[in-house]
């Protein structure tokens, strides 16, 4: 399968502080790639660096065979590599609709800047506006604003307006996090569903180990950012070296299989 986004020699520091220590990931077309580690282990200062909002003080990312390392989050974006938040960046005031209805307009009004595709696909705002709320299930919340959602809808709303852009590759920073165990399932199945739709490439930042070993193809374990294991979310999860500086020496072991995404 194809490589669409190559780092190679990442690193990031901050004074005395590295962030991130000679990073080498080479993620496929379609995949689903975990990123575990404990707080400051490095996993969203990669985010950062590949999305642009951060730039390596050494090192290179590729996307799609061409070199972003200098472009700006608004450059990244408009290639195709868009990113939720850990905490959703929302128009809280404005309803579920209007949120939606804000992003298609931006996206639709910047034409050829975004490429052909959305001009046609967003032809119609309010048709495009009422195929996300269906695809993310959260029509019933169409009226609410945004700031009286519960978690879970918060962030299916967030991820719903970064899918708006039609990325290539979707960046989730703990996507569960705030979510209550009985919804973090159903929002990952239908998180997963939209990009198995669209085609879409996912990294995602995660804590809860069983939404990693369910939903991915390949886990990144960071450590005082390193990348100490690289791998098939079973084999990662059971890693010696994972078991002590990520999930901890008394977590049972990893099930086998994983990816059933």
Not at 73 to 94: A, D, H, K, V
Not at 198 to 214: G, I, P, Y
Request: net charge negative; with cysteine.
């Amino acid at each position: 399968m194809a490589v669409i986004l190559d780092a190679k020699g990442l690193n990031k520091t901050f004074g005395a502080v590295t962030a991130a220590s000679d990073i080498n990931v080479a993620v496929e077309q379609d995949s689903v790639v975990g990123l575990i580690g404990s707080n400051g282990a490095g996993k969203t200062t990669f985010i950062n660096m590949v999305t642009g909002y951060l730039k390596p003080s050494s090192g290179s990312i590729h996307f799609d065979g061409r070199n972003i390392t200098a472009l700006s989050p608004r450059q990244i974006t408009r290639l195709g590599i868009c990113r939720s938040f850990q905490i959703p960046q929302l128009y809280n005031t404005m309803t579920v609709h209007e949120n939606l209805l804000v992003g298609v307009g931006i996206v639709a009004a910047a034409g050829n800047a975004w490429g052909g595709a959305h001009s046609a696909a967003y032809s119609d705002p309010e048709k495009a506006v009422d195929a996300m709320l269906e695809e993310f299930g959260i029509g019933a919340y169409r009226n609410r604003d945004a700031g009286l959602l519960p978690e879970g809808t918060r962030k299916l709303l967030d991820i719903a307006m970064a899918m708006v852009v039609r990325p290539k590759i979707l960046l989730l920073d703990e996507p569960t996090s705030g979510v209550s165990a009985d919804e973090k399932f159903s929002l990952m199945d239908c998180v997963m569903a939209a990009v198995r739709e669209h085609k879409v490439t996912v990294l995602f930042v995660e804590h809860d180990m069983e939404v990693v070993e369910r939903y991915t193809h390949r886990v990144l374990a960071f450590y005082e950012g390193r990348i100490i294991a690289d791998g098939e979310p079973a084999v990662v999860l059971d890693d010696v070296e994972v078991r002590k500086f990520v999930i901890g020496d008394h977590a049972p072991a990893a099930a086998s299989g994983g990816g059933h995404a």
